[in-house]
């Protein structure tokens, strides 16, 4: 009997030792998921980045041009929400007055929840009292139903 268990033992151990080959070999890929991943991330923040900080640069660039010939008129933009290329608070900080452009759909009971987020999104971007939002809760010409 105890030969049986001998015998055994060295079986037992290579499938051990393959069940941990397997497991290392998954966690290795998993790892290079993972990293392309960060890499594929870290290129679109950049690419964001830039796009933003091109953006803003035009805005300054007009609002000179306006300053230029008019001191006293407040310079303002229209934000649209949660419009992932803009960088907001970026943005806000060269502005005098930011608006919002939102407009609920009447027939989505759950509106009033994206409403809500875009009105925090631009006020935690802009801060009261430089920021003016508005918002139109009737039905508009580009809503499914008008």
């Excluded at 964001?48 to 660039?61: G, H, I, K, N, R």
């Excluded at 060269?94 to 608006?99: E, Q």
């Excluded at 994206?114 to 971007?125: E, G």
Aim: glycine share 4%.
């Amino acid at each position: 009997m105890l030969g049986r268990q001998a015998e055994a033992l060295p079986a037992t151990r290579r499938r051990l030792a393959e069940a941990r080959r397997r497991a290392a070999k998954k966690r290795g890929v998993a790892l290079v998921m993972v990293l392309g991943a960060i890499a594929v991330l870290t290129v679109f923040l950049v690419e964001l980045q830039e796009d933003t900080s091109a953006s803003v640069a035009a805005a300054l660039s007009e609002r000179d041009a306006i300053r230029a010939h008019d001191t006293d008129t407040p310079i303002t933009t229209n934000f649209m929400g949660a419009f992932k290329p803009a960088n907001y608070a970026q943005w806000a900080e060269h502005m005098d007055v930011v608006s919002d452009d939102c407009y609920p759909d009447p027939n989505d009971p759950e509106g009033f929840r994206a409403a809500a987020f875009q009105r925090d999104l631009i006020r935690s971007s802009a801060g009261w009292p430089r920021s003016c939002t508005s918002m139109d809760p009737q039905a508009v010409g580009m809503a499914r139903v008008t």
